[in-house]
C-alpha cells in the first residue's frame, strides 16, 4: 500500500462510503481523509504522491457512488470547516456547513439567504453545483470562495473563476473549497423565518422528503439560462416529461422513481448504486424514445462498477 503523508486529522484505508452517502450505496475509498483545519489539508495535499487523485464529498446528498467503490483520496470536511460568521449583510460559512444550518443564522441575522433552506447539503457542495431553488441560485449571492489547490496552495476564488452556469461551475480538478462567503439582501428575521417555513411545508407537500433519495435526479431540459437565471419563455420540468414517457414509480431491483414526484429516484432499503444509476438510463432512454428529449444527470456518478456486474448487463 502506498506511503500516505502524516495527518493531524484522520486518515481511513478501505472505508465503506455508503456510509456517508444519503441514498447509502456505494463501495470503498483507497483512502478517506478528514482534515483537522485548512493548514492540515494544504500540506497534506502538497505531500500527496502528484499521481494519486482525490475526490472532495460533503454530506453525500447529490451523490451515487458506485459499486466498485472509488480509486482516490475521499476528502471529507467536518467540524473544523463548519463555521459561519456574519459581518452586516455579509455571511462567511466553512465548507461543511449544511445550508439549511447557514440559511437559518443568515435569516436571524436579517439577511436572505433563505432559497439554501430547503437544499440538502452543504456549502462546498452548493458552490461547486452553483446550488439553487425559487428562482435564486448562489450564483446570485456568491462574493469569493477560499479553497485548496491539487498542490496544496490556499487560494482565492472569484465568481469569474468559478464562471457559475446552472447547476455547475469550473471548480478546477482536484481543488477543494474550504470556505464561501456571500452577500444577501437585507430582509425582516421574522419575515425572513416565515418564508422559509412555508418553503418547507410547500417541499414536504410535493418531495419524497421520508425517503432515501438524492434531490432532483435529472436537471430540467429547458427553463434556464446558461447562468442559471430563470427563463420564463420556457417551463419544461424533468419530472413533466418522466411522467410523460411513463416512468413514474418505475422500479429497478431496490431503486425507485418516486410516485410522489417523478424526478426523485429513491432507495427502498435494498437498492445497489447500480439498480439506482441502470434505472435513471432507463429513464432516460424511456424520456428520449418518448419525446426525443435527453435528460442530464443532476446527481453526480462516481467510482467503479462492482467487479461482479457483468459488463453485458
Not at 68 to 92: L, P, T
Not at 248 to 260: D, F, I, N, V
Not at 296 to 302: D, K, L, T
Amino acid at each position: 500500500m502506498t506511503d500516505m503523508p502524516e495527518v493531524r486529522g484522520k486518515l481511513i484505508p478501505g472505508k465503506a462510503l455508503s456510509e456517508l452517502t444519503w441514498l447509502r450505496v456505494g463501495g470503498p475509498a483507497d483512502w478517506l481523509f478528514m482534515p483537522a483545519d485548512v493548514e492540515d489539508l494544504a500540506q497534506f495535499l502538497a505531500a500527496l504522491d502528484p499521481g494519486i487523485p482525490v475526490f472532495p464529498i460533503g454530506v453525500g446528498s447529490n451523490l451515487i457512488v458506485r459499486d466498485g467503490g472509488i480509486r482516490a483520496v475521499v476528502i471529507r470536511m467536518g467540524r473544523g470547516f463548519n463555521a459561519i460568521e456574519i459581518e452586516g449583510a455579509r455571511v462567511r460559512a466553512g465548507a461543511a456547513a449544511l445550508d439549511a444550518h447557514v440559511a437559518r443564522k443568515a435569516a436571524e441575522a436579517g439577511t436572505d439567504l433563505t432559497f439554501l433552506r430547503t437544499i440538502p447539503g452543504s456549502i462546498g457542495g452548493a458552490v461547486r453545483m452553483n446550488a439553487g431553488c425559487y428562482s435564486s441560485y448562489v450564483a446570485d449571492v456568491f462574493v469569493e470562495a477560499r479553497a485548496v489547490t491539487r498542490e496544496g496552495e490556499i487560494i482565492t476564488l472569484t465568481a469569474e473563476d468559478l464562471n457559475f452556469r446552472y447547476r455547475q461551475t469550473d471548480l478546477p480538478e482536484g481543488c477543494v473549497i474550504v470556505e464561501a462567503t456571500f452577500e444577501g439582501d437585507a430582509g425582516d428575521p421574522e419575515t425572513l423565518a416565515a418564508r422559509m417555513e412555508e418553503q418547507l411545508r410547500k417541499r414536504d407537500e410535493t418531495q419524497p422528503t421520508k425517503d432515501r433519495s438524492a434531490g432532483s435526479t435529472f436537471r430540467n431540459p429547458a427553463g434556464f439560462s446558461s447562468t442559471g437565471q430563470a427563463d420564463d419563455t420556457h417551463d419544461l420540468k424533468a419530472w413533466k416529461v418522466i411522467d410523460e414517457a411513463g416512468m413514474r414509480g418505475a422500479t429497478r431491483g431496490g431503486a425507485q422513481m418516486s410516485e410522489k414526484h417523478s424526478n426523485f429516484l429513491i432507495n427502498t432499503g435494498q437498492a445497489t448504486a447500480d439498480d439506482l444509476e441502470s434505472l435513471g438510463e432507463e429513464v432516460r432512454k424511456k424520456v428520449y424514445d418518448s419525446s426525443g428529449i435527453t435528460l442530464e444527470w443532476e446527481i453526480m456518478r462516481v467510482g467503479e462498477q462492482s467487479p461482479e456486474k457483468d459488463p453485458d448487463d
